[in-house]
């Protein structure tokens, strides 16, 4: 299992009965990590970016902490961009799903690359806002969960089930 920690720019790796078997120290430009996923390469995908925060990206991290490749920037809203991308799903080519949260979307990126296939969910879809992604890749379905967000507060969530 791997835990992203924002406050101190690591991901943690534990193995299934608790112990913490790596702690991989990111750059200081991968401000606030939220999700993390280990590639069969041994490298990981990692979202980074709160509203307040100057980068909003997903990067390729190679097994020694540094970034190889990463998509995004400033915030926005254009295809290269993301606002506060917060959860990644990874296929069995490594494509990338990432759930860019204040933009009501879920991007398609491509292996390696990083580099934009499509919107996979769009604003226009749903009327409520993506916060997760998993992959079912047996069964080809993308499971978004996403949540209602009203005066202020979060009052019902779902989850919507995609065709890759």
Known sequence: MLVACPAVHKIKEFS???????????PRD????????????GQFIVCHG???DPLHRV???GSDGFVVKSVGGPKGSGSQQ??????TAVDSNE???VVDLDNDRVLLLSPHQLTYVREVVSREQYQWGP???HLDADRRHLYVG???FKDGKFTAGRVLVVNV
């Not at 299934?16 to 990111?26: A, E, K, P, Q, S």
């Not at 993301?82 to 959860?87: I, K, L, N, S």
């Open 16 to 26: 299934t009965d608790g112990h913490l078997l790596r702690l991989l120290t990111l």
């Open 59 to 61: 990067c390729l991290i």
């Open 146 to 148: 996403d949540n209602e």
């Open 30 to 41: 991968v401000v606030s990590p939220w999700h993390a996923v280990q590639l069969s390469s």
């Open 50 to 52: 709160r509203t307040v």
């Open 95 to 97: 494509f990338v799903f």
């Open 131 to 133: 916060v997760s992604v």
């Open 82 to 87: 993301m606002d506060v991308p917060v959860h």
